[in-house]
């Protein structure tokens, strides 16, 4: 990815806000878990959590975040294993 993955989640918090009004939930939830997150593998955790949310609700969201999403999403599996 170009930009770290805290940068990257925070920009699908603010697609993912403007995609799906009933999903802003998703949207506040990313941005608390990076700005309050207690250790970066909780960051991650929860991250791959709310990108897997995204991923699978696709027809309520963009295809750019649906793309920053699997991104964010594949950064996250490659970094666990």
Known sequence: MKN???T???KLASLVKKDAVCRSDIADDIIDVVDFGA???????KLKYYTSLVLSD?????RESIDLASAIHSEILKKIV
């Open 4 to 6: 770290d993955i805290y």
């Open 8 to 10: 990257e989640a925070k």
């Open 39 to 45: 250790t970066s593998a909780e960051i991650l955790m």
């Open 58 to 62: 696709k027809d309520k969201h963009s």
